[in-house]
């Protein structure tokens, strides 16, 4: 069964860091990159997502790389740039398809003149939403307290319990808080922008209400009488 008249939405953030290896880089081996799917907040993905298979250029050992816990990422070293594929599986009840993201890695600055560094990296981050449309009634229940969600809607008189206790044992071991390259993500939520695009996401579902009911409301008068 699915939740009517709710929409989940997650806000992440996507892209690779790369750091310029200096004197330790050779022919094959110039940097050092990181690609990864990440909460914008830094919150525990885990509860959400089950799974992420990033699709590496064809001459990596081994170029489909399969991460099934938080935090989705891996690291690799290289020479050149190519286009990174990311396939993201949900948690089975969310029963959702899967989701495919793609991500050009980046090893150099835009300014061709703009000297490498070995301490500042190129960073190319993306920003996206994951969004459940009327969420199964076990998905809803058990991640509407994550941080991470926000719940647009109300499931009325729907009687769901909370999964506090376990999403906050998860949470602790896949957010993104302490991370060692989080220096170099985006700060969203220090930003008006989430805030706006949560604020409009929520107007745009309620003028979508208000025209459904006023369109039921003409469906009911063009409705022939009984004779």
Known sequence: KRVKNVELSVPIAYGTISFWLGKKADDLHSHKWT??????????????????????????????????????????????????????????????????LFHHLKLYHEDDNAPQSTKKPVVVESYDELVFQEPTEAFYSRVKNLPAVHVNGSPGELNV??????????????????????????????????????????????EIAKLKSMLDSEAMKLKPSAP
């Open 35 to 100: 690609v990864y799917i990440r909460s914008a907040t830094n919150e525990d993905l885990g509860p959400i997502i089950s799974k992420v298979v990033f699709q590496l250029h064809p001459s990596f050992n081994n170029p489909t790389r399969v991460v099934e816990s938080a935090p989705f990422e891996l690291s690799e070293s290289g020479w050149g740039e190519f286009e990174i594929s990311m396939t993201v599986f949900f948690q089975k009840d969310a029963a959702e398809k899967t989701l495919e």
């Open 161 to 206: 319990s909370s999964g506090a206790l376990e999403i906050s044992n998860e949470r602790k071991r896949g957010d993104t808080k302490d991370h060692q390259l989080g220096q170099w993500f985006g700060k969203y939520s220090e930003t008006d922008e989430l805030t706006s695009i949560m604020g409009a996401r929520q107007q745009v579902q309620k």
